[in-house]
């Protein structure tokens, strides 16, 4: 069997980043999370634009890996297809979890989002 034009998939690692203040305990950043996710599921249609902050964020992470590249980390491109209004939920390739993480972590504070790692409920 050839794998030529076939599409592997590898399995994923999902981040979620909001405009918003961060809830001051775990339990309610959890909660503010499961609701947030909710009301994107209720508005799959929703064609608001994303927050620019957002946008901002998703270009930082471009520059350091760029859509398009061999091995990059991205699931789906464009990176910022799945932002609605306040929300952007992104996946990474698993392989580039830890990395992605780490550094979006670091730009999320820097563009005052919030960055929420569902793995880690």
Excluded: C
């Excluded at 609701?35 to 994303?50: A, G, K, S």
């Excluded at 979890?97 to 550094?103: P, S």
């Amino acid at each position: 069997m050839s794998l030529v034009g076939v599409r592997i998939w590898r399995m994923s690692y999902d981040l979620v980043v909001w405009a918003g203040e961060r809830p001051a305990d775990g339990d309610a950043l959890e909660e503010l999370y499961e609701e947030l996710m909710e009301l994107q599921e209720d508005n799959d249609d929703d064609e608001t634009p994303p927050n620019p902050r957002l946008v901002e964020f998703a270009n930082a992470l471009l520059a350091r890996w760029p859509e398009a590249s061999a091995g990059g980390p991205w699931v789906v491109e464009p990176l910022i297809a799945d932002a609605v209004g306040d929300l952007f939920p992104f996946g990474v390739q698993f392989e580039y979890a830890g990395e992605v993480a780490e550094y979006a972590a670091v730009l999320a504070e820097k563009h005052g989002l919030v960055l929420f790692d569902p793995q880690n409920m």
